[in-house]
C-alpha cells in the first residue's frame, strides 16, 4: 500500500518554466515533508522541506505549498534551469527519522 | 570523511552468493539508515542505528538481511544467498542526532547490487 502518490511520474519543461510535482498522502501521523534531489549514479539529496503548521515555504527558486485538509503538498521549481534535470523524491517523515519516499518525478528541463 | 562514503560502488554476484556491503557514515553522526532503492523506484527502509543500536528492522525483507554497526560507527549490510529480486541500489544514510524526523539525512552514492 503506497503512504505517499507522487505525480506526475515524468516532466519536461523549457528554460525558464515552472515544474510542478504533487505528493498526496494518507496517513495525518506524519509532521515533516521533505523533497529530495537525485542526479543518476548519487544519493538523495535534500532540497527542502515544510512542516504541517505552515502553509507554503520558500527557499530560492524552490517552493513548497502545503495543503493540510486535503493531505497534499507539491514543490514548484521557479525559472527552471537544465541543471534542475534529475528525479524529485516527496517524502514522509514522523518522528523516528525514517523516511518513506513517493515513486519519484524524473524532471528534464530543456534549453 | 566529508560524505557517506559506500564500497563497493557496484558489486555483482551470482544467484546464491553471499556479498556484504559497507558504509561509513559521517564522522560523529549518531543516526544510521539502510534503504534499497529498485530501478525507477524511490528508496524503500530497510534499518535504522542509533549508534550501536540496531532499532528498527521492520523492512528487512527476509531473514537473509542481516546490517550491524558494532562500534557505533561503520556498518555493514550482509545478504545471504543472493536472489534475483535483490538486484538494486543498497543506500546508506547518515544524521547527526537522535533521528527525530526533521533531520537532514545525508545520503551516500550507494552500492549497485547485481545478481545474475
Known amino acids: 500500500q503506497q503512504q505517499v502518490k507522487q505525480s506526475p511520474q515524468s516532466l519536461i519543461v523549457q528554460k525558464g518554466g515552472i515544474s510542478i510535482i504533487n505528493c498526496a498522502y494518507e496517513?495525518?501521523?506524519?509532521?515533516?515533508f521533505p523533497w529530495y534531489q537525485q542526479f543518476p549514479g548519487k544519493g538523495p539529496a535534500l532540497l527542502i522541506a515544510?512542516?504541517?503548521?505552515?502553509s507554503e515555504k520558500k527557499e530560492g527558486r524552490f517552493t513548497i505549498s502545503f495543503n493540510k485538509s486535503a493531505k497534499q503538498f507539491s514543490l514548484h521549481i521557479m525559472d527552471s534551469q537544465p541543471g534542475d534535470s534529475a528525479t524529485y523524491f516527496c517524502?514522509?517523515?514522523?518522528?523516528?527519522?525514517?523516511?518513506?519516499f513517493g515513486q519519484g518525478t524524473t524532471l528534464q528541463v530543456k534549453p | 570523511g566529508a560524505g557517506v562514503s559506500q564500497s563497493p560502488r557496484y558489486k555483482v554476484a551470482k544467484r546464491g552468493q553471499d556479498v556484504a556491503l559497507r558504509c561509513d557514515p559521517i564522522?560523529?553522526?549518531?543516526?544510521l539508515f539502510w534503504y534499497q532503492q529498485a530501478l525507477g523506484q524511490g528508496p524503500e527502509f530497510l534499518t535504522y542505528?542509533?549508534?550501536?543500536?540496531?532499532?528498527?528492522k521492520s523492512g528487512l525483507p527476509s531473514d537473509r538481511f542481516f546490517a550491524e554497526r558494532p562500534e557505533g560507527s561503520v556498518s555493514t549490510l550482509k545478504i545471504q544467498r543472493t536472489q534475483q529480486e535483490d538486484s538494486a541500489v543498497y543506500l546508506c544514510?547518515?544524521?547527526?542526532?537522535?533521528?527525530?524526523?526533521?533531520?537532514?539525512?545525508?545520503f551516500g552514492s550507494g552500492t549497485q547490487l547485481s545478481v545474475l
Open positions: 544514510a547518515s544524521s547527526l542526532g537522535y533521528g527525530t524526523g526533521d533531520e537532514k539525512l545525508f
Open positions: 496517513n495525518t501521523a506524519f509532521d515533516y
Open positions: 515544510i512542516r504541517p503548521d505552515v
Open positions: 517524502a514522509l517523515s514522523g518522528n523516528t527519522g525514517k523516511l518513506i
Open positions: 564522522s560523529g553522526h549518531v543516526s
Open positions: 542505528f542509533q549508534n550501536e543500536a540496531q532499532l528498527d
